[in-house]
């Protein structure tokens, strides 16, 4: 009888702290921003400027598939990937907590053979090389940014961490005998967790393999770096519209702050917190609040746009509905954080 109401508070206790982290950050937002200029400032994105960010987008998720598809292995093409990475990010759309990192790794999983947790790992890899670029691009552009030493033990501490949690996985990835035989002997007493949560452990393990491998390991980094490049080319084309003759390193750093920014907990698609970290970021370069909203803004929108359209396009190749895509991805949002 008291099923609904409790499913209902778990459900609510989900989501309430990425929407409070979002709502706070509008709030600051709107705060330090001023309406009339806002509302001024869209009508100096130009038509071409918005062609040339939907272009950018869609190259960069082009490349973003590719660096999955080395990262993955050979069971798995470049259109798969890619395809996975669209419709990952649509869902992070639409669910909080990045749900859509566990519905593509389902997604590939099943269509390669390769199994959910297999492709897990392979997104928890592409994630670490992610934040671990973020953090070093912060270090090297913080010296030119005046009034932000703040952001640098914040900065040095993400890069540690990944450095470190990379180290752990690649140590665990050589040692997968001894490490699933030590599996099996902590869980004997147990048989729950010995069938269910050691066989997809190993699973992850088997994934965070590539990190022994020194070609794929390169390539993969390679292409990870690809990706950076275009969205670096990206952020710096929306610079230059506030200020033509502004530095290409401020593009890194900017970049490099939002990949910080948005790796918190928010409501779907990151509103707000997407917004804020690119405000912050120009406002530190002193560029105007107002005018970094709102092109802040603009190019989140663009974001969602194509990841709506490519994730439609991905459920229409699969044969797949809408309303089926949503249902199995609440299923595999709340296991993915029951799990956690």
């Known amino acids: 009888m008291n099923e609904t109401p409790k499913r209902g508070m778990k459900q609510v206790g989900k989501w309430l702290p990425g929407v409070i982290v979002s709502a706070g950050a509008l709030f600051v937002l709107f705060r330090v921003a001023k309406w009339e200029d806002l509302v001024r400032a869209f009508t100096t994105a130009s038509p071409q400027f918005l062609a040339v960010v939907f272009i950018l987008i869609i190259l960069s998720l082009m490349v973003r598939g590719k660096a999955w598809q080395t990262i993955l292995g050979k069971p798995v093409n470049w259109i798969q990937a890619f395809f996975g990475v669209s419709e990952g990010y649509f869902l992070n759309d639409i669910f909080p907590l990045k749900a859509g990192e566990v519905g593509r790794s389902i997604y590939i999983g099943k269509l390669s053979g390769l199994g959910t947790f297999r492709a897990l790992s392979s997104v928890i890899i592409e994630r670490a090389f992610d934040l671990a670029i973020a953090a070093a691009l912060v270090l090297s552009t913080l010296p030119f940014v005046i009034g932000a030493a703040w ?60 990190l022994t491998r020194p070609s794929q390991f390169i390539m993969s980094l390679f292409w990870i770096a690809a990706t950076w490049v275009v969205w670096i080319s990206f952020y710096y084309l929306a610079i230059l519209q506030i200020a033509p003759n502004a530095p290409v390193w401020w593009a890194l750093f900017s970049c490099s702050i939002i990949a910080l920014g948005v790796a918190l907990p928010s409501a779907p698609a990151g509103i707000g917190l997407f917004e804020a970290a690119m405000v912050a970021a120009l406002t530190l370069l002193g560029l105007d609040s107002s005018l970094a909203l709102a092109y802040a803004i603009i190019v989140h929108f663009a974001q969602v746009i194509v990841a709506v359209l490519l994730g439609v396009w991905g459920l229409m190749r699969e044969k797949q509905s809408l309303g089926s895509l949503l249902s199995k991805s609440a299923v595999q949002s709340e296991s993915s954080i029951a799990q956690e």
């Open 151 to 210: 952001v640098r033990p914040v900065a040095l501490v993400a890069l540690v961490l990944v450095v470190i949690a990379l180290a752990a996985l690649f140590f665990i990835a050589r040692n997968q005998t001894s490490v699933s035989g030590w599996l099996y002997k902590v869980s004997a007493k147990h048989e729950f967790v010995k069938k269910n949560l050691v066989p997809p452990l190993e699973k992850l393990i088997q994934g965070f393999g590539m």
